[in-house]
């Protein structure tokens, strides 16, 4: 009858076979090498295997949790990123200020450049004045605009110059070319003011 019992229920026996081969202590142990009924040992494999199955449900709950802390980690500082990339109303105000101000000098800087172009196209010595007169007038309430190349300026304001007057140079009172004492007060206005405006540039200085 007990061979009977043992051949149909291999898998119980050879359990019970290695843990007889494992020494160990206690009554559980003493019971198993001193010899165990079969349904003693189905017993025994059915505690191992609800004990297999709390271990591994125990560790899909340790792993399924540190799987949503990561991921309400992720989610926070996703949340926390797209706060800081929307812009503030300071950083809003601050945007518009500068985009003001690149208005403007862009504006200031054309009519800057239109009043040069004028000067270079004077058609005779009172439209000379006249014009750089008021580019005199603009660097005095406005200043001379960013990126402006100084120098290019003068050269530009003082070629048109000599088309209407020749200054007389190593102190000589006269000397041959055209004449016109208000271009030569018109354009060392202009010097001055630039000068002023931008003091260390060079070529703003007064032709004698």
């Not at 009977?4 to 198993?32: D, E, H, K």
């Not at 040992?41 to 799987?67: D, K, M, P, Q």
């Amino acid at each position: 009858g007990s061979m009977s019992m043992m051949n149909s229920s291999p898998p119980v026996m050879g359990l019970l076979q290695l843990f007889q081969l494992v020494p160990c202590y206690g009554a559980i142990c003493r019971t198993i090498h001193g010899g165990l009924a079969p349904q003693s040992a189905v017993t025994l494999g059915a505690h191992f295997r609800s004990r297999t199955a709390h271990i591994e449900s125990s560790y899909i709950n340790r792993r399924n949790a540190v799987t949503s802390n990561l991921i309400s980690g992720y989610l926070a500082s996703k949340v926390l990123r797209l706060q800081a990339a929307e812009p503030t109303a300071e950083f809003l105000e601050s945007e518009r200020l500068r985009a003001e101000r690149q208005r403007r000098l862009a504006e200031g800087r054309k009519a800057f450049d239109k009043l040069v172009r004028k000067i270079s196209g004077s058609a005779d010595a009172e439209e000379f004045v006249a014009t750089t007169d008021r580019l005199s007038l603009f660097i005095i309430d406005k200043g001379i605009p960013e990126d402006v190349l100084v120098t290019d300026v003068v050269k530009k304001v003082e070629l048109a110059y000599l088309d209407f007057n020749t200054p007389c140079k190593d102190g000589k009172t006269v000397c041959s070319g055209p004449k016109s004492k208000q271009a030569e007060l018109a354009f060392n206005a202009f010097l001055k003011e630039l000068r002023k405006a931008a003091p260390k540039a060079p070529g703003a200085q007064p032709m004698s």
